[in-house]
Protein backbone atom coordinates (compact mmCIF):
# COMPACT_ATOMS: atom_id res chain seq x y z
CA UNK A 1 0.00 0.00 0.00
CA UNK A 2 1.36 3.39 -1.04
CA UNK A 3 2.10 5.89 2.03
CA UNK A 4 4.95 6.64 4.13
CA UNK A 5 4.95 4.52 7.51
CA UNK A 6 6.32 4.91 10.95
CA UNK A 7 5.86 0.95 12.59
CA UNK A 8 6.79 0.77 16.12
CA UNK A 9 6.38 -2.97 17.48
CA UNK A 10 6.81 -4.32 20.93
CA UNK A 11 6.42 -7.45 23.28
CA UNK A 12 4.00 -5.83 26.33
CA UNK A 13 4.29 -8.55 28.10
CA UNK A 14 8.14 -8.35 28.55
CA UNK A 15 7.81 -4.73 29.81
CA UNK A 16 7.09 -3.76 33.56
CA UNK A 17 4.40 -0.47 34.28
CA UNK A 18 7.76 1.00 35.63
CA UNK A 19 9.84 0.73 32.70
CA UNK A 20 6.92 1.60 30.49
CA UNK A 21 6.38 4.68 32.29
CA UNK A 22 10.06 6.08 32.68
CA UNK A 23 9.61 5.90 28.62
CA UNK A 24 6.65 7.89 28.50
CA UNK A 25 8.03 10.66 30.63
CA UNK A 26 10.70 10.55 28.50
CA UNK A 27 8.72 11.15 25.10
CA UNK A 28 6.86 13.84 26.68
CA UNK A 29 10.72 15.79 26.63
CA UNK A 30 10.05 15.03 22.78
CA UNK A 31 6.52 16.18 22.32
CA UNK A 32 6.83 19.20 24.26
CA UNK A 33 10.49 19.94 21.97
CA UNK A 34 8.71 19.88 18.51
CA UNK A 35 5.17 21.77 17.70
CA UNK A 36 3.11 18.14 16.64
CA UNK A 37 -0.24 18.75 16.19
CA UNK A 38 -3.35 17.38 17.64
CA UNK A 39 -7.17 17.89 17.17
CA UNK A 40 -8.80 19.68 19.55
CA UNK A 41 -12.65 20.91 20.26
CA UNK A 42 -12.84 24.92 20.39
CA UNK A 43 -16.01 27.09 20.11
CA UNK A 44 -15.26 29.29 17.19
CA UNK A 45 -18.22 32.41 16.90
CA UNK A 46 -20.41 30.23 19.07
CA UNK A 47 -20.00 26.84 17.20
CA UNK A 48 -17.68 23.88 18.47
CA UNK A 49 -15.28 22.59 15.42
CA UNK A 50 -12.63 21.00 15.74
CA UNK A 51 -9.24 22.68 15.31
CA UNK A 52 -5.40 21.71 14.91
CA UNK A 53 -4.04 22.49 18.28
CA UNK A 54 -0.16 21.86 19.71
CA UNK A 55 -0.13 18.65 20.99
CA UNK A 56 -0.47 18.12 24.17
CA UNK A 57 -0.50 15.14 26.99
CA UNK A 58 -3.90 14.41 27.72
CA UNK A 59 -4.72 13.66 31.23
CA UNK A 60 -7.20 10.83 32.42
CA UNK A 61 -7.70 7.22 33.30
CA UNK A 62 -6.23 6.91 30.11
CA UNK A 63 -3.25 9.23 30.53
CA UNK A 64 -1.69 9.58 26.77
CA UNK A 65 -0.54 11.93 24.12
CA UNK A 66 -1.64 11.88 20.01
CA UNK A 67 -0.14 13.77 17.18
CA UNK A 68 -1.48 14.02 13.95
CA UNK A 69 0.99 16.52 12.21
CA UNK A 70 2.51 19.91 13.54
CA UNK A 71 1.82 23.48 13.20
CA UNK A 72 4.44 24.93 11.73
CA UNK A 73 4.26 23.40 8.15
CA UNK A 74 0.35 22.98 8.79
CA UNK A 75 0.75 19.44 7.44
CA UNK A 76 -1.42 16.45 8.29
CA UNK A 77 -1.34 13.02 7.71
CA UNK A 78 -2.60 10.07 10.59
CA UNK A 79 -2.51 9.80 14.23
CA UNK A 80 0.29 8.36 16.59
CA UNK A 81 -0.32 7.70 20.39
CA UNK A 82 1.55 6.78 22.97
CA UNK A 83 -0.13 5.39 26.42
CA UNK A 84 1.36 6.27 29.45
CA UNK A 85 0.23 2.79 31.21
CA UNK A 86 1.73 -0.76 29.65
CA UNK A 87 -1.49 -2.23 30.41
CA UNK A 88 -3.30 -0.83 27.50
CA UNK A 89 -0.91 -2.60 25.39
CA UNK A 90 -0.50 -5.91 27.15
CA UNK A 91 -5.05 -5.88 26.92
CA UNK A 92 -4.78 -5.08 22.92
CA UNK A 93 -6.74 -7.28 20.98
CA UNK A 94 -5.19 -6.53 17.79
CA UNK A 95 -1.98 -8.53 17.91
CA UNK A 96 -0.17 -10.22 15.54
CA UNK A 97 1.84 -14.33 16.04
CA UNK A 98 4.21 -14.54 14.44
CA UNK A 99 7.33 -17.09 14.20
CA UNK A 100 10.94 -16.49 13.84
CA UNK A 101 10.95 -12.77 14.34
CA UNK A 102 13.78 -10.96 15.71
CA UNK A 103 11.83 -9.72 18.40
CA UNK A 104 11.27 -13.34 19.58
CA UNK A 105 13.28 -15.47 21.70
CA UNK A 106 10.43 -18.71 21.95
CA UNK A 107 8.83 -19.30 19.01
CA UNK A 108 5.44 -17.83 19.35
CA UNK A 109 4.86 -14.90 20.96
CA UNK A 110 1.89 -11.82 21.23
CA UNK A 111 3.58 -8.98 19.34
CA UNK A 112 1.68 -5.07 19.87
CA UNK A 113 1.87 -2.34 16.92
CA UNK A 114 2.13 1.21 19.09
CA UNK A 115 2.47 2.90 15.96
CA UNK A 116 1.44 1.70 12.51
CA UNK A 117 0.39 5.06 11.06
CA UNK A 118 1.34 7.33 7.43
CA UNK A 119 3.22 10.52 8.20
CA UNK A 120 3.27 10.83 4.16
CA UNK A 121 6.67 12.00 4.46
CA UNK A 122 5.31 15.62 6.38
CA UNK A 123 7.84 17.33 8.72
CA UNK A 124 6.54 15.81 11.64
CA UNK A 125 7.86 12.18 10.32
CA UNK A 126 11.47 12.48 11.69
CA UNK A 127 10.54 13.40 15.02
CA UNK A 128 7.71 10.76 15.67
CA UNK A 129 10.74 8.36 14.10
CA UNK A 130 13.01 9.69 17.14
CA UNK A 131 10.14 8.84 19.58
CA UNK A 132 9.84 5.16 17.86
CA UNK A 133 13.52 4.91 17.97
CA UNK A 134 13.62 6.08 22.12
CA UNK A 135 11.25 3.42 23.02
CA UNK A 136 13.63 0.55 21.00
CA UNK A 137 16.37 1.86 22.61
CA UNK A 138 14.95 2.15 25.84
CA UNK A 139 13.78 -1.67 25.45
CA UNK A 140 16.38 -3.83 23.36
CA UNK A 141 15.34 -7.00 22.21
CA UNK A 142 11.81 -6.21 23.45
CA UNK A 143 11.02 -3.30 20.89
CA UNK A 144 11.57 -2.84 17.06
CA UNK A 145 11.37 0.37 14.38
CA UNK A 146 10.28 -0.20 11.04
CA UNK A 147 8.05 1.27 8.04
CA UNK A 148 9.38 3.96 4.98
CA UNK A 149 12.86 5.44 7.05
CA UNK A 150 16.50 5.00 6.14
CA UNK A 151 19.74 5.21 8.14
CA UNK A 152 20.29 8.90 7.56
CA UNK A 153 16.57 9.44 8.72
CA UNK A 154 17.72 8.10 12.15
CA UNK A 155 20.98 9.49 12.53
CA UNK A 156 19.33 12.93 11.81
CA UNK A 157 16.07 11.67 14.42
CA UNK A 158 19.05 10.81 17.25
CA UNK A 159 21.01 14.25 16.47
CA UNK A 160 17.75 16.03 16.96
CA UNK A 161 16.19 13.61 20.32
CA UNK A 162 20.20 13.68 22.11
CA UNK A 163 19.36 17.32 22.63
CA UNK A 164 17.04 16.79 25.60
CA UNK A 165 17.28 13.32 26.59
CA UNK A 166 19.93 12.34 29.29
CA UNK A 167 20.73 9.03 27.92
CA UNK A 168 21.30 8.84 24.16
CA UNK A 169 19.19 7.03 21.91
CA UNK A 170 20.86 4.49 19.79
CA UNK A 171 19.79 3.54 16.12
CA UNK A 172 16.94 1.12 14.97
CA UNK A 173 18.64 -2.47 14.69
CA UNK A 174 16.55 -2.92 11.25
CA UNK A 175 19.19 0.51 9.44
CA UNK A 176 22.35 -0.74 11.09
CA UNK A 177 23.90 -4.50 9.63
CA UNK A 178 26.42 -5.29 12.26
CA UNK A 179 23.39 -5.02 15.01
CA UNK A 180 20.85 -7.33 12.72
CA UNK A 181 23.67 -9.69 11.67
CA UNK A 182 24.54 -10.12 15.48
CA UNK A 183 20.53 -11.02 16.11
CA UNK A 184 20.77 -13.74 13.76
CA UNK A 185 19.47 -16.63 16.00
CA UNK A 186 19.33 -19.31 13.05
CA UNK A 187 21.47 -19.70 10.15
CA UNK A 188 22.70 -23.18 9.09
CA UNK A 189 24.67 -21.22 5.69
CA UNK A 190 25.73 -17.81 4.62
CA UNK A 191 23.00 -17.72 2.02
CA UNK A 192 20.45 -18.12 4.77
CA UNK A 193 21.87 -15.34 6.19
CA UNK A 194 21.38 -13.41 3.30
CA UNK A 195 17.95 -14.27 3.37
CA UNK A 196 17.47 -12.79 6.62
CA UNK A 197 19.71 -9.86 6.00
CA UNK A 198 17.04 -8.94 2.55
CA UNK A 199 13.63 -9.63 4.92
CA UNK A 200 15.01 -7.82 7.72
CA UNK A 201 17.41 -4.63 6.38
CA UNK A 202 15.72 -2.05 5.67
CA UNK A 203 17.70 -0.20 2.75
CA UNK A 204 17.01 0.63 -0.65
CA UNK A 205 17.43 -1.87 -3.97
CA UNK A 206 20.96 -0.64 -4.63
CA UNK A 207 22.13 -0.27 -1.17
CA UNK A 208 21.12 -3.87 -0.18
CA UNK A 209 22.78 -4.84 -2.98
CA UNK A 210 26.10 -3.43 -2.17
CA UNK A 211 25.54 -4.70 1.29
CA UNK A 212 25.39 -8.28 0.25
CA UNK A 213 28.26 -8.06 -2.15
CA UNK A 214 30.12 -6.45 0.32
CA UNK A 215 29.79 -8.41 3.44
CA UNK A 216 29.61 -12.31 2.18
CA UNK A 217 32.05 -14.01 0.41
CA UNK A 218 31.73 -13.54 -3.39
CA UNK A 219 30.49 -17.23 -3.41
CA UNK A 220 27.24 -16.74 -1.69
CA UNK A 221 26.95 -13.39 -3.35
CA UNK A 222 27.58 -15.37 -6.70
CA UNK A 223 24.75 -17.78 -5.90
CA UNK A 224 22.26 -15.20 -4.37
CA UNK A 225 23.27 -12.83 -7.95
CA UNK A 226 22.34 -15.90 -10.09
CA UNK A 227 19.69 -17.06 -8.14
CA UNK A 228 17.76 -13.65 -7.94
CA UNK A 229 18.54 -13.38 -12.42
CA UNK A 230 16.76 -16.50 -13.10
CA UNK A 231 13.67 -15.50 -10.72
CA UNK A 232 12.82 -13.23 -14.15
CA UNK A 233 11.79 -14.68 -17.13
CA UNK A 234 13.40 -12.44 -19.37
CA UNK A 235 16.58 -9.63 -18.88
CA UNK A 236 14.19 -6.58 -20.09
CA UNK A 237 12.07 -7.03 -16.64
CA UNK A 238 12.60 -4.15 -14.68
CA UNK A 239 13.68 -6.06 -11.28
CA UNK A 240 16.33 -8.03 -13.88
CA UNK A 241 17.40 -4.66 -15.51
CA UNK A 242 18.07 -3.30 -11.87
CA UNK A 243 20.26 -5.93 -10.73
CA UNK A 244 22.52 -5.89 -14.43
CA UNK A 245 22.33 -1.92 -13.49
CA UNK A 246 23.47 -2.20 -9.59
CA UNK A 247 26.04 -5.01 -10.89
CA UNK A 248 27.64 -2.73 -13.32
CA UNK A 249 27.64 0.47 -11.03
CA UNK A 250 29.32 -2.05 -8.74
CA UNK A 251 32.29 -3.27 -10.97
CA UNK A 252 31.98 -1.73 -13.96
CA UNK A 253 32.75 -5.37 -15.02
CA UNK A 254 30.54 -6.14 -18.50
CA UNK A 255 32.34 -9.28 -19.24
CA UNK A 256 31.53 -10.97 -15.54
CA UNK A 257 27.82 -9.81 -16.14
CA UNK A 258 27.01 -11.24 -19.31
CA UNK A 259 28.89 -14.93 -18.90
CA UNK A 260 26.55 -15.33 -15.58
CA UNK A 261 23.75 -13.92 -17.55
CA UNK A 262 24.17 -15.85 -20.72
CA UNK A 263 27.02 -19.17 -19.96
CA UNK A 264 27.20 -19.74 -16.37
CA UNK A 265 25.65 -23.38 -15.58
CA UNK A 266 23.69 -21.27 -12.79
CA UNK A 267 22.33 -18.68 -14.68
CA UNK A 268 19.40 -17.62 -16.50
CA UNK A 269 20.71 -18.16 -20.13
CA UNK A 270 18.89 -15.39 -20.96
CA UNK A 271 18.68 -15.34 -25.10
CA UNK A 272 20.75 -13.10 -27.07
CA UNK A 273 18.09 -10.96 -28.88
CA UNK A 274 17.01 -9.98 -24.99
CA UNK A 275 20.12 -9.26 -24.14
CA UNK A 276 21.45 -7.06 -25.99
CA UNK A 277 17.71 -4.80 -25.12
CA UNK A 278 18.56 -4.92 -22.25
CA UNK A 279 22.13 -3.79 -21.99
CA UNK A 280 21.13 -1.06 -24.10
CA UNK A 281 18.84 -0.25 -21.55
CA UNK A 282 21.02 -0.20 -18.65
CA UNK A 283 22.12 2.70 -20.28
CA UNK A 284 25.51 1.63 -19.63
CA UNK A 285 26.71 3.25 -23.24
CA UNK A 286 24.25 6.28 -23.20
CA UNK A 287 26.40 9.29 -22.82
CA UNK A 288 25.62 10.58 -18.69
CA UNK A 289 24.97 14.16 -20.47
CA UNK A 290 21.97 12.87 -22.31
CA UNK A 291 20.33 12.23 -19.09
CA UNK A 292 22.02 14.34 -16.43
CA UNK A 293 18.48 16.66 -16.16
CA UNK A 294 17.07 12.89 -14.35
CA UNK A 295 19.09 13.87 -11.38
CA UNK A 296 16.52 16.33 -9.87
CA UNK A 297 14.21 13.19 -9.29
CA UNK A 298 17.15 11.33 -7.44
CA UNK A 299 16.05 10.26 -3.94
CA UNK A 300 17.53 12.42 -0.92
CA UNK A 301 18.54 10.38 1.40
CA UNK A 302 17.62 11.14 5.13
CA UNK A 303 14.46 12.76 3.65
CA UNK A 304 11.16 10.94 3.72
CA UNK A 305 9.33 10.51 0.43
CA UNK A 306 6.22 11.99 0.11
CA UNK A 307 3.39 9.79 -1.78
CA UNK A 308 3.88 12.19 -4.76
CA UNK A 309 7.34 11.19 -5.33
CA UNK A 310 6.74 7.42 -4.63
CA UNK A 311 4.24 7.34 -7.50
CA UNK A 312 6.66 9.25 -9.41
CA UNK A 313 9.94 6.97 -8.93
CA UNK A 314 7.13 4.19 -9.63
CA UNK A 315 6.47 5.93 -12.89
CA UNK A 316 10.12 6.76 -13.52
CA UNK A 317 11.13 3.25 -13.09
CA UNK A 318 8.88 2.25 -15.92
CA UNK A 319 10.30 4.30 -18.58
CA UNK A 320 13.44 4.93 -17.46
CA UNK A 321 15.14 2.54 -15.35
CA UNK A 322 18.73 3.02 -16.46
CA UNK A 323 18.91 6.11 -14.86
CA UNK A 324 20.38 4.84 -12.03
CA UNK A 325 23.60 3.84 -13.63
CA UNK A 326 26.84 5.02 -12.78
CA UNK A 327 29.10 4.29 -15.26
CA UNK A 328 29.93 4.53 -18.79
CA UNK A 329 31.15 2.21 -21.42
CA UNK A 330 30.95 3.29 -25.33
CA UNK A 331 28.50 1.61 -27.51
CA UNK A 332 31.49 0.21 -29.91
CA UNK A 333 33.21 -1.17 -27.02
CA UNK A 334 29.63 -2.74 -25.58
CA UNK A 335 29.10 -4.06 -28.87
CA UNK A 336 32.33 -5.93 -29.21
CA UNK A 337 32.33 -7.87 -25.91
CA UNK A 338 28.80 -8.62 -26.86
CA UNK A 339 29.84 -10.12 -29.49
CA UNK A 340 32.33 -12.57 -27.57
CA UNK A 341 28.88 -14.15 -25.53
CA UNK A 342 26.83 -13.92 -28.70
CA UNK A 343 28.09 -16.38 -30.97
CA UNK A 344 25.44 -16.27 -33.57
CA UNK A 345 25.23 -12.37 -34.09
CA UNK A 346 28.35 -10.15 -35.80
CA UNK A 347 29.60 -7.24 -33.76
CA UNK A 348 28.05 -5.01 -36.70
CA UNK A 349 24.50 -6.48 -35.69
CA UNK A 350 24.68 -6.15 -32.35
CA UNK A 351 26.18 -2.26 -32.94
CA UNK A 352 23.21 -1.66 -35.03
CA UNK A 353 20.97 -2.83 -32.53
CA UNK A 354 22.40 -1.13 -29.56
CA UNK A 355 21.92 2.03 -31.83
CA UNK A 356 18.70 1.68 -32.78
CA UNK A 357 17.59 1.18 -28.74
CA UNK A 358 19.70 3.97 -27.64
CA UNK A 359 18.05 5.91 -30.22
CA UNK A 360 14.54 5.18 -29.00
CA UNK A 361 15.84 6.35 -25.25
CA UNK A 362 17.47 9.33 -26.66
CA UNK A 363 13.92 10.47 -27.73
CA UNK A 364 12.33 9.46 -24.96
CA UNK A 365 14.29 11.41 -23.06
CA UNK A 366 14.24 14.98 -25.26
CA UNK A 367 10.42 14.28 -25.08
CA UNK A 368 10.04 13.74 -21.19
CA UNK A 369 12.18 17.35 -20.83
CA UNK A 370 10.15 18.70 -22.78
CA UNK A 371 7.65 18.02 -20.60
CA UNK A 372 9.42 18.67 -17.39
CA UNK A 373 11.47 21.77 -18.92
CA UNK A 374 9.34 24.73 -16.95
CA UNK A 375 9.57 22.50 -13.68
CA UNK A 376 13.03 22.33 -14.25
CA UNK A 377 13.61 25.62 -14.84
CA UNK A 378 11.54 26.81 -11.70
CA UNK A 379 14.03 24.90 -9.41
CA UNK A 380 16.99 26.52 -11.35
CA UNK A 381 15.84 30.18 -10.26
CA UNK A 382 15.10 29.15 -6.89
CA UNK A 383 17.51 30.31 -4.56
CA UNK A 384 17.98 30.92 -0.69
CA UNK A 385 16.20 34.12 -0.71
CA UNK A 386 13.36 33.26 -3.13
CA UNK A 387 12.44 30.04 -3.71
CA UNK A 388 9.38 28.82 -6.59
CA UNK A 389 7.15 26.25 -4.89
CA UNK A 390 4.35 23.93 -6.49
CA UNK A 391 1.27 25.00 -6.07
CA UNK A 392 -0.26 23.69 -2.80
CA UNK A 393 2.93 24.56 -1.02
CA UNK A 394 3.47 28.23 -2.67
CA UNK A 395 -0.15 29.63 -1.61
CA UNK A 396 0.02 28.06 1.80
CA UNK A 397 3.27 29.63 2.45
CA UNK A 398 3.68 32.40 0.12
CA UNK A 399 5.05 35.22 2.29
CA UNK A 400 5.99 38.08 -0.57
CA UNK A 401 9.92 37.80 -0.15
CA UNK A 402 11.23 34.66 0.14
CA UNK A 403 8.28 32.39 -1.26
CA UNK A 404 7.04 34.11 -4.30
CA UNK A 405 4.58 33.18 -6.74
CA UNK A 406 4.76 31.70 -10.32
CA UNK A 407 3.57 33.67 -13.22
CA UNK A 408 1.40 31.00 -13.26
CA UNK A 409 0.29 31.09 -10.05
CA UNK A 410 -0.05 34.82 -9.89
CA UNK A 411 -3.20 34.17 -12.92
CA UNK A 412 -4.66 31.30 -10.72
CA UNK A 413 -5.31 33.73 -7.63
CA UNK A 414 -6.50 36.79 -10.07
CA UNK A 415 -8.68 34.33 -11.85
CA UNK A 416 -10.24 33.17 -8.37
CA UNK A 417 -10.03 37.40 -7.33
CA UNK A 418 -12.27 37.84 -10.75
CA UNK A 419 -14.64 34.83 -9.98
CA UNK A 420 -15.20 36.26 -5.89
CA UNK A 421 -15.74 40.22 -6.98
CA UNK A 422 -18.11 39.02 -9.85
CA UNK A 423 -20.45 36.73 -7.17
CA UNK A 424 -19.93 40.16 -4.83
CA UNK A 425 -21.05 42.54 -8.14
CA UNK A 426 -24.08 40.19 -8.48
CA UNK A 427 -25.14 39.62 -4.92
CA UNK A 428 -25.31 43.06 -4.04
CA UNK A 429 -29.17 43.32 -4.83
CA UNK A 430 -29.20 39.27 -4.82
CA UNK A 431 -30.14 36.65 -2.00
CA UNK A 432 -26.77 36.74 -0.42
CA UNK A 433 -27.15 40.31 0.26
CA UNK A 434 -28.02 40.30 3.96
CA UNK A 435 -25.23 37.28 4.50
CA UNK A 436 -22.29 38.94 2.57
CA UNK A 437 -22.83 43.01 3.70
CA UNK A 438 -23.92 42.35 7.33
CA UNK A 439 -21.88 43.24 10.34
CA UNK A 440 -18.72 41.87 10.48
CA UNK A 441 -19.39 40.03 13.38
CA UNK A 442 -22.15 38.23 11.16
CA UNK A 443 -19.89 37.25 8.68
CA UNK A 444 -17.85 35.63 10.63
CA UNK A 445 -20.56 33.69 12.42
CA UNK A 446 -22.20 32.58 8.99
CA UNK A 447 -18.18 31.54 7.63
CA UNK A 448 -17.90 29.45 11.20
CA UNK A 449 -21.30 27.74 10.34
CA UNK A 450 -20.16 27.25 6.76
CA UNK A 451 -16.88 25.61 7.59
CA UNK A 452 -18.51 23.40 10.18
CA UNK A 453 -21.47 22.11 8.24
CA UNK A 454 -20.63 22.37 4.50
CA UNK A 455 -17.12 21.23 4.69
CA UNK A 456 -16.24 20.21 7.95
CA UNK A 457 -12.89 21.74 7.35
CA UNK A 458 -10.12 21.48 9.92
CA UNK A 459 -7.88 24.45 10.46
CA UNK A 460 -5.22 25.37 12.80
CA UNK A 461 -6.30 27.65 15.89
CA UNK A 462 -4.10 30.37 14.21
CA UNK A 463 -6.23 30.74 11.07
CA UNK A 464 -9.22 31.21 13.25
CA UNK A 465 -7.72 33.46 15.56
CA UNK A 466 -5.96 36.07 12.21
CA UNK A 467 -9.94 35.69 11.55
CA UNK A 468 -11.39 36.74 14.59
CA UNK A 469 -8.70 39.25 15.41
CA UNK A 470 -9.43 40.91 11.70
CA UNK A 471 -11.22 44.27 11.90
CA UNK A 472 -11.82 44.24 8.10
CA UNK A 473 -14.79 42.22 6.66
CA UNK A 474 -13.94 42.30 2.68
CA UNK A 475 -10.81 39.47 4.06
CA UNK A 476 -13.97 37.86 5.78
CA UNK A 477 -16.36 38.19 2.47
CA UNK A 478 -13.73 36.76 0.43
CA UNK A 479 -13.07 33.43 2.05
CA UNK A 480 -17.09 33.34 2.50
CA UNK A 481 -17.61 33.43 -1.00
CA UNK A 482 -14.87 31.34 -1.47
CA UNK A 483 -16.69 28.72 0.15
CA UNK A 484 -19.54 29.19 -1.34
CA UNK A 485 -18.41 28.96 -5.30
CA UNK A 486 -16.64 25.73 -4.73
CA UNK A 487 -20.07 24.33 -3.22
CA UNK A 488 -22.46 25.74 -5.70
CA UNK A 489 -20.07 24.03 -8.23
CA UNK A 490 -19.10 20.93 -6.75
CA UNK A 491 -15.43 21.80 -6.41
CA UNK A 492 -15.43 20.73 -2.15
CA UNK A 493 -13.24 17.35 -2.97
CA UNK A 494 -10.79 18.69 -5.69
CA UNK A 495 -7.32 18.66 -4.20
CA UNK A 496 -6.49 21.46 -6.12
CA UNK A 497 -9.53 23.72 -4.36
CA UNK A 498 -9.04 22.24 -1.31
CA UNK A 499 -5.38 23.20 -0.92
CA UNK A 500 -6.35 26.64 -1.56
CA UNK A 501 -8.98 26.73 0.31
CA UNK A 502 -6.83 25.46 3.73
CA UNK A 503 -3.83 28.04 2.03
CA UNK A 504 -6.31 31.42 2.38
CA UNK A 505 -7.82 30.77 5.44
CA UNK A 506 -4.04 29.65 7.48
CA UNK A 507 -2.26 32.15 4.81
CA UNK A 508 -3.74 35.33 5.66
CA UNK A 509 -1.32 37.75 3.38
CA UNK A 510 -2.43 35.33 0.37
CA UNK A 511 -6.49 36.11 1.20
CA UNK A 512 -4.81 39.70 1.09
CA UNK A 513 -2.99 39.27 -1.87
CA UNK A 514 -6.33 38.45 -3.54
CA UNK A 515 -8.09 41.71 -2.28
CA UNK A 516 -5.43 43.59 -3.25
CA UNK A 517 -6.19 41.63 -7.27
CA UNK A 518 -10.24 42.68 -6.61
CA UNK A 519 -8.83 46.55 -6.94
CA UNK A 520 -6.41 46.09 -9.38
CA UNK A 521 -8.76 46.92 -12.26
CA UNK A 522 -6.30 46.24 -15.02
CA UNK A 523 -6.25 42.58 -14.16
CA UNK A 524 -10.11 42.61 -13.44
CA UNK A 525 -10.28 43.86 -17.07
CA UNK A 526 -7.96 41.37 -18.41
CA UNK A 527 -10.41 38.99 -17.20
CA UNK A 528 -13.61 40.69 -18.33
CA UNK A 529 -12.36 40.51 -21.64
Known amino acids: MLGTYINLSILPSRVSNLEWEQIYDESLKLLNAFPFADIEEREIFGYKLQVYVKATEKKGPLQHWTVRGDINSKRYAESFRLYRDIIKYQSFRKEKMQKNDILFVEDREKIVDVFESKTQGYEYHLFVLAIAMLVESRLENVALVGGDIDYDQCIKAKQWADKFLSIPIELPVRVHFDKLLYRISRANNELEKIQFIEKWLIADQEEMFLVIFKYFPQESFLDWF????????????????????????????LNNLLFFCCKHEKGPRFPSSEIIRAIAHTWICLPPEKFAYLEVFAKVSGHPQIMERQLGTIILDLQFAGREIKKFISPSKVAKILSEYLPDSTTINIETSLKQEIDKIEEQLIVFYN??????????????????????????????????????????????????????HQEKKGDFQQYLFGPSDNLKLILAAFVDEKYKMIITEQAWQWIAESDDPFLIRILLVKLIIDD??????????????????????????????????????????
Open 371 to 424: QIRYAIELSDKSFEDRKYLADEDAFLYYDGSTIVLTEEQEFILKALAFSIKTVL
Open 488 to 529: ATGLQNVKSQSDLRKAMFENQLLTKTIKDYMKDEAAMLQFEK
Open 226 to 253: LNKLRSYSSANQLGALKLLIYYLNLTND
